[in-house]
């Protein structure tokens, strides 16, 4: 995912930086810093931001939605379930 994906997101979900770092545990300063490319998205923020499309029903967000989840699930599998 990157920053303007991250965005793109974020506005799909009617979220202020600081209402979606609350919701995924980051501050305000950290959701703008990934949206401006100055720190990269992390895997985990990709899936909690997922869930929370998922919960609010938006199926897509770009056409790589889809490939960006099946990524990071395939990523965690591969990293921590060994």
């Avoid at 990269?40 to 899936?47: A, C, F, G």
């Avoid at 056409?63 to 990524?71: A, K, L, S, V």
Wanted: proline share 1%.
């Amino acid at each position: 995912m990157t920053g303007a994906e991250l965005k793109r997101a974020r506005h799909s979900l009617g979220f202020t930086q600081a209402k979606l770092g609350a919701r995924i545990d980051l501050t305000r300063v950290m959701v703008g810093q990934m949206e401006r490319r100055a720190n990269p998205v992390r895997e985990r923020t990709v899936l909690a931001v997922w869930c929370l499309l998922y919960e609010a029903g938006v199926a897509q967000v770009g056409d790589r939605t889809e490939d960006m989840f099946d990524n990071v699930v395939f990523n965690l599998r591969t990293t921590t379930c060994k």
